[in-house]
Every structure is written in structure tokens, then in C-alpha cells.
């Protein structure tokens, strides 16, 4: 059996684990956090993406964990409501579509828990790749080389994978002029399945209920050139959300207080990832390391969901990984690019029912079952 070891353990990582134990392979997977990890927003699943959570029997176990949200408001830089819906949600689509909307981390721990028996190696990083003829050597922070059949990063928008198998990010990450931080609060606005969107110019954010309204996910964000900052200096990057978010009023300056204790505290450039090829021998990417969309897609964790279910099924149809990886390229591309393209939308000038209605329009614009040459 071929043995893959996947780079990253989250949506990506784990769909696609699933997938390949399906079709015979061995997946290991290694995930750089010391546990899976937590926070991040109510991420959808939608169109072609719902098909393959109903595929891995999932569907009613995440309908059973979805987010209710009745509607939404946005409001102006002194919090005067100036949009009201009870049909479309920005973060959640048209309310009554079907499609799933459910806590990142309760997507993954529903995916893990059918990965049961899968390796798993958390707390340790890829440090060098060597592709030799019939195999991959790969060598670790911690853990001792290991040699597999491929290796597939699924590492996010900061791939570690991509770095060492394709060169650096700086060549492949297109940046939209936006920075996005996200925390959890508990639901002292007392609000009631609803998303209240407020912005002036370069500043904005979100707050919407989750879990039942006991919680609150608030996102705070900027306009701006590329930054230069440390992934992993959390109180650095509290700080430059406390530095630019400014002149909003409502409840934002209580965010920024609140921010400061939060301890799941995301933060993230609205960034892009534009390649021509998603593999190198046998190292290729899946999910945000091939093609992040970015959040303000809102297409992120299906292209994901899709990416993996399309490459393991391509890699379990020919024992030609070449042709395979050509094939999902083939297959998942303008896909890609038509998901790609809602996060280019002009927010400012595109009311909140079109840009659901144009997601809507592309959600299912790939055939999971297509066959290709
Ligand atoms: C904690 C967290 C919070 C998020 N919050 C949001 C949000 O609020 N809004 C939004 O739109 N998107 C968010 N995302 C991104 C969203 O999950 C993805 O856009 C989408 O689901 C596609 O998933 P992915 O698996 O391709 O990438 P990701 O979900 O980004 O997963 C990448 C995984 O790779 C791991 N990893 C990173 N580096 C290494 C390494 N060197 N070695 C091994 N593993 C590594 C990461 O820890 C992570 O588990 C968040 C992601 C994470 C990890």
C-alpha cells in the first residue's frame, strides 16, 4: 500500500486522510500544533462540498452541529443600522439553501473521528524534502527521516510544504489589502442568532452568534499594504489590530479591551495563493497551500472538502502519480478560479443579496464524478 504523509491537520488534511484510506492508501498525518487546533469562525459547506460531506456519511452529524443564524444587519461607523435581512447572512449565504454552516474546529473533530486508526503526529514540522526515484525522504524537527510514497501539504495559506518543495511564498501569495483577526467572547450583547456587520472606509468587522448563542465570534479587520510580523507573536498581532482598527463606535472599543484576554485569537492577511502548477514530483499541495481564496470567499473549506475528495479519487484511479496530480489540476482548476473570484467582489459597491447570489452560481460548478484524460 502507498504510503502518503499529508502536512496539516485540518480541513484539507483530514478530508484528505479519509479519502486516501478509502482508496487504499496509507495516510500519516502531521500536524505542526501540539493538539488539533481550536478557534477560527463558523466556516460552509456548500454545493459540491455538502456532496462530499454526504459521501463520507457526515451530512446529518453536521446539520446536528450547524450554526443557526437568522439574518443580518450592517451598520455605519456610528452603529446606525443601514441594511437589514432575515433572508441572506455575508458569512452564512441564503438562509434557507441547505448548505452547512458549522464551527471550523467541529468540522475537523467530526472528520478525525472517522480518521480513527489513521497516524497521526502532532507537535513536529517538515524540515527538508528529498525526492528520490520511487519514493520521498523526508526529515523532521523532532521525529527521526521517513521515507513515503508522496507527500501532500496541506498546510494552509503558509504552507511549510510549499515553501521547501516549490520555493517562497512571496512568489506565489497575492495580497487583497486586508488584514482579519477573529476571537471568542461569550454572548454578553445577549444577541440572538444574528450577524451585525460594521465598517467606515479601511476599518470594519463582525460579530455573530455561535453554539447555540451562548457565543460570540467577533472579527476585527483593516485596510492595508503587506505587513511584515511574526506568525507566532500573538500579543504583536493583538496589537496591530488595536493600532488600526480605530473610529468605529457601537461596541468596537469594547471588542479591543476584550480582544486582549482572548486566548483563541486569529490573525490573518486576506491573502490569495496563485500557482501554475500545484505539484512537484510527488509533492503536492491541496486546500489553502495550493489555492487559498482567502475568507472573504467564503469558499475556503469547500474548496478543501472538494480538493481532497478530487485528489484522492484521481491518485486511486492510476498507480501514476504524475498523471493523477495532472488530472486533479485538471479537474479542481476553474473551480478554483471561479471561487477565486467572489473574494474580488467590491464589498462596497455589491449589496449583500448579489454577492450570495454569486456564490450560489459557482458553489456547484465541478462534477465530482467527471473522468478525465
Ligand atoms: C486555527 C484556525 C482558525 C481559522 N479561522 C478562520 C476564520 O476565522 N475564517 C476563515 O475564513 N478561515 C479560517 N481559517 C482557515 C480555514 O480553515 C481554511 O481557509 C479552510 O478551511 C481550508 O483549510 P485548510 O485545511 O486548507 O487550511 P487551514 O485550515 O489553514 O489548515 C492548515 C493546517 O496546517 C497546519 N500547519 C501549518 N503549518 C504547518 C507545518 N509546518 N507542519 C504541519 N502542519 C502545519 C495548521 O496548524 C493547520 O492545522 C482558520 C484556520 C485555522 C487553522
Given at each position: 500500500m502507498a504510503t502518503v504523509l499529508i502536512s496539516g491537520s485540518s480541513v484539507a488534511g483530514s478530508a484528505l486522510a479519509y479519502w486516501l484510506r478509502e482508496q487504499g492508501f496509507t495516510p500519516v498525518v502531521l500536524e505542526h500544533a501540539p493538539a488539533p487546533r481550536r478557534g477560527g469562525q463558523a466556516v460552509d459547506v456548500r454545493g459540491a462540498a455538502l456532496s462530499v460531506l454526504r459521501r463520507m456519511e457526515l451530512e446529518a452529524a453536521a446539520h446536528g452541529l450547524e450554526n443557526h443564524t437568522d439574518g443580518m444587519s450592517m451598520l455605519d461607523a456610528e452603529g446606525n443600522e443601514v441594511f437589514r435581512s432575515e433572508e441572506v447572512a455575508l458569512s452564512s449565504g441564503n438562509l434557507d439553501s441547505g448548505d452547512i454552516e458549522i464551527l471550523r474546529e467541529d468540522l475537523v473533530d467530526l472528520i478525525q473521528e472517522r480518521n480513527q486508526g489513521i497516524e497521526h503526529c502532532f507537535g513536529d514540522s517538515i524540515t527538508a524534502i528529498a525526492q528520490e526515484d520511487g519514493g520521498v525522504t523526508v526529515e523532521f524537527e523532532h521525529a527521526a527521516p521517513r521515507r513515503f510514497d508522496l507527500v501532500i501539504g496541506a498546510d494552509g495559506l503558509h504552507s511549510n510544504t510549499r515553501r521547501l518543495a516549490f520555493g517562497p511564498e512571496s512568489r506565489f501569495i497575492r495580497h487583497l489589502g486586508t488584514y482579519l483577526s477573529v476571537f471568542s467572547e461569550e454572548n454578553y450583547l445577549g444577541l440572538d442568532r444574528w450577524q451585525t456587520w460594521f465598517n467606515s472606509g479601511a476599518v470594519g468587522g463582525t460579530v455573530m452568534t455561535v453554539r447555540d448563542n451562548a457565543e460570540l465570534r467577533i472579527f476585527l479587520g483593516f485596510a492595508s499594504d503587506p505587513i511584515e510580523y511574526d506568525y507566532r507573536d500573538v500579543q504583536a498581532q493583538k496589537q496591530l489590530i488595536a493600532d488600526n482598527v480605530t473610529g468605529l463606535g457601537w461596541e468596537v472599543p469594547g471588542f479591543i479591551e476584550r480582544m486582549w484576554k482572548s486566548e483563541d485569537f486569529y490573525f490573518d492577511a486576506m491573502a490569495q495563493i496563485k500557482m501554475d502548477s500545484w505539484s512537484s514530483g510527488r509533492v503536492s499541495l491541496v486546500g489553502d497551500a495550493a489555492h487559498?481564496?482567502?475568507?472573504?470567499?467564503?469558499q475556503g473549506t469547500s474548496l478543501a472538502m472538494v480538493g481532497a475528495y478530487v485528489l484522492a479519487a484521481e491518485l486511486g484511479r492510476t498507480d501514476d502519480h504524475e498523471v493523477a496530480f495532472a488530472r486533479y489540476e485538471r479537474r479542481m482548476r476553474p473551480f478554483v478560479e471561479a471561487n477565486q473570484?467572489?473574494?474580488?467582489?467590491?464589498r462596497e459597491k455589491t449589496p449583500p443579496e448579489e454577492m450570495v447570489a454569486r456564490t450560489d452560481a459557482v458553489?456547484?460548478?465541478?462534477?465530482?464524478d467527471a473522468v478525465v484524460d
Open positions: 487559498c481564496a482567502a475568507p472573504l470567499s467564503g473570484a467572489l473574494a474580488l467582489m467590491d458553489k456547484n460548478a465541478i462534477d465530482l
